[in-house]
């Protein structure tokens, strides 16, 4: 079964660091770029960041770019988003996301459960 | 950036009934366009890809049309467990994809 299991969201001050984590399993993940979307309470979902299947590229929201960082570890199957300089407005439930291939395209095909970030 | 809006915000609707959810995008995506459903408490859920394409398990009263920039979200005959916000979502300008603000299909 294909499987996302997002950890480390947590209540946090204005001005702290946190960093997020997403166990996958049950598919190829390396083959796959991943990526993280958030929803703000009683919101609707904001694109964060994405990365490619090797890593090599990576991509942020405007609305983070400079003080979060994608990354991912291959080998052990798992997904990383640290988190700095961390705002209010940063408050949402951050979900980790499967993309798609070229194939069937770039849409989310797999969400985690969501880890909330409270600031 | 591509902006998404959807339409109605909310829709109420009977069992049974048929829904019709609407999505535009500001710019044309050509069939990049996925649907997801969300219930409360809960993750997203992909229905649609591609514009047109069921996922996995999606039962056939979902359907889904469209292309460039006018879409639609068609549930043939609601049934209980399909009252839940719905969420357009453009992936043309991957990985820079936007989501519309979603549409609340509640009981009539």
């Known amino acids: 079964e294909v499987q996302l299991l997002e950890s480390g969201g947590d209540l946090t001050q204005p001005g702290g660091s946190l960093r997020l984590s997403c166990a996958a399993s049950g598919f190829a993940f390396s083959s796959f770029a991943m990526g993280w979307v958030r929803q703000a309470p009683g919101g609707g979902l904001e694109w964060v960041s994405g990365?490619?299947?090797?890593?090599?590229?990576?991509f942020h929201a405007d609305s983070v770019r400079g003080r979060f960082t994608i990354s991912r570890d291959n080998s052990k199957n798992t997904l990383f988003l640290q988190m700095s300089s961390l705002r209010a407005e940063d408050t949402a439930r951050y979900y980790c996301?499967?993309?798609?291939?070229?194939?069937?395209?770039?849409?989310?095909?797999?969400w985690g459960r969501g880890t909330q970030v409270t600031v | 950036e591509i902006v998404m809006t959807q339409s109605p915000a909310t829709l109420s609707v009977s069992p049974g009934e048929r829904a019709t959810l609407s999505c535009r995008a500001s710019?044309?995506?050509?069939?990049?366009l996925a649907w997801y459903q969300q219930k409360p408490g809960q993750a997203p859920r992909l229905l649609i890809y591609?514009?047109?394409t069921r996922a996995t398990g999606i039962p056939a009263r979902f359907s889904g049309s469209g292309s460039g920039t006018e879409f639609s979200l068609t549930i043939s005959s609601l049934q209980s467990e399909d009252f839940a916000v719905y969420y357009c979502?453009?992936?043309?300008?991957?990985?820079?994809?936007?989501f519309g603000q979603g549409t609340k299909v509640e009981v009539k």
């Open positions: 979502h453009q992936y043309n300008n991957w990985p820079r994809g936007t």
């Open positions: 591609g514009a047109s």
């Open positions: 710019q044309s995506v050509s069939s990049n």
């Open positions: 990365i490619t299947g090797s890593g090599v590229s990576t």
């Open positions: 996301a499967k993309y798609g291939d070229v194939f069937t395209g770039y849409h989310v095909d797999i």
